[in-house]
């Protein structure tokens, strides 16, 4: 394992980014690394770069009011980090990553094995890259604030420890995290439960329009953009929405797609045990995890609906042939 206060121990100026449309544990990660340069590395300048929309369910992580929403050009880096995405998921933060004198890749995503960066740590069977960040940092260094970034990485990127990425490791690190000073049952209240009014009705409007197929086993719901504009939300209201469509019984693949532009779509897609949609997401230029992945896609919402549902028919006729065969 790369030794994170070495690579970066002649370093003046550090970057850190994460992918764009940045989830919890994208954020935190960047942010407990930041942290924990600034505390092991006092005299390095660290800068966190983020592209918007950033969800403001984070906004009391340490460290969220100093993220760099603009990119200007000319800037070089000393070592420049990329958390939790490969190089084309950096958006507007790749050029600094592409100019930087050392480029580290840490990443925990399956469609990442090899990584993209000078040096590269990526570990696809662990469930967020802040797990994978705790077990890289020197405890000594670690305070009450990385340890809360570090916990809700985790958290959001498990579902509260529901998905099959979750370990007895991952079990074991939130244990440790949970022994600093923070309240870990308001964080996840925070971020999963709690909704603004506004975010309530369009999870309502989506449920109740929401549309099964394949016998039930997959579900989708959509939002154009003449709907966005009736309820004036952005994407940071959807929050969500497609894992609350998974939890509907009997349904093993959930789809959610609001449109960016016209005829273009951000779909999010989550998954039970028989379907690997992170596979089917890279068909379309996106990626994830087994059961958590997205993309984008171009065409009507039935379009995209058909094309996916090739892939996860698929999937699922594999999976039955080999339960019939565990007969």
Not at 178 to 189: G, K, P, R, V, W
Not at 230 to 253: A, C, H, M, P, W
């Amino acid at each position: 394992m790369i030794d994170i206060i070495k690579e970066c121990s002649d370093a003046k100026k550090i970057g850190i980014s994460g992918h764009m449309r940045p989830d919890g544990d994208a954020i935190s990660s960047c942010l407990a690394l930041r942290k924990y340069l600034k505390n092991a590395l006092p005299d390095a300048e660290v800068s966190v770069y983020l592209e918007n929309p950033i969800p403001t369910i984070f906004d009391d992580e340490a460290g969220y009011d100093e993220i760099i929403r603009e990119f200007e050009d000319g800037l070089v880096f000393d070592v420049y980090f990329s958390l939790d995405s490969n190089r084309e998921r950096l958006g507007s933060a790749g050029k600094y990553f592409d100019t930087a004198k050392k480029r580290i890749n840490i990443d925990h995503h399956e469609s990442n094995k090899k990584g993209v960066g000078d040096i590269n740590e990526i570990e696809p069977d662990i469930s967020s890259t802040c797990e994978l960040l705790y077990k890289l940092f020197d405890k000594k260094y670690i305070d009450d604030d990385i340890a809360r970034c570090l916990y809700t990485g985790i958290v959001t990127d498990t579902g509260v420890f529901q998905y099959s990425c979750t370990s007895p490791d991952t079990m074991r690190v939130a244990a440790d995290l949970m022994t600093y000073n923070f309240d870990h049952s308001a964080l996840i209240q925070r971020c999963f439960y709690e909704k603004t009014y506004l975010q309530s009705q369009i999870l309502g409007r989506c449920l109740m329009e929401s549309v099964r197929f394949m016998d039930g086993k997959c579900v989708v719901s959509w939002v154009d953009k003449k709907t966005q504009e009736f309820y004036g939300v952005t994407s940071k209201d959807y929050e969500g929405i497609v894992s609350q469509l998974r939890n509907i019984r009997g349904v093993d693949v959930s789809i959610f797609m609001y449109e960016t532009e016209n005829l273009v779509y951000k779909v999010s897609l989550r998954s039970s045990e028989r379907v690997n949609v992170a596979k089917i997401a890279e068909r379309y230029g996106g990626g994830g995890h087994a059961r958590a992945a997205g993309c984008n896609m171009a065409g009507t919402v039935y379009d995209c609906v058909n094309n996916l549902s090739m892939y996860i028919e698929k999937q699922l006729v594999c999976a039955s042939e080999e339960d019939t065969a565990n007969v």
